[in-house]
């Protein structure tokens, strides 16, 4: 559970740096796009990584993932955390960036 302090620092982060926006459009694109954003049979051929939260809202299949994704480094189940995962699991979510990084250093 989150604090209103806690509440009102996230949304004021977004709100005042004037990103509240483009923070809503996966949520209004998913509901309202005619097609997905990523036109069909394109790639996305950076290395990514994708860390599966338990209480996250939606779980996508790696197969599925690896169609569009053609780099996937890493794929991680967390042990813990939801959709909110910065605020819930601030460890957790650093040390899983990281360790996504840290082979690719150096790389260029």
Request: aromatic share 14%.
């Amino acid at each position: 559970m989150f604090s209103l302090d806690e509440i009102l620092a996230n949304v004021s982060l977004y709100w005042f740096t004037g990103a509240i926006g483009s923070s809503f459009w996966p949520y209004y694109a998913r509901q309202h796009a005619a097609q997905w954003p990523i036109p069909e049979g394109a790639t996305v051929d950076v290395p990514m990584g994708y860390a599966e939260f338990p209480a996250e809202i939606l779980h996508p299949p790696r197969e599925l993932a690896e169609r569009t994704f053609t780099d996937i480094r890493r794929w991680s189940a967390m042990p813990r955390g939801g959709h909110f995962a910065a605020m819930e699991q601030p460890e957790l979510l650093a040390e899983e960036i990281r360790a996504f990084y840290r082979p690719l250093r150096g790389m260029a």
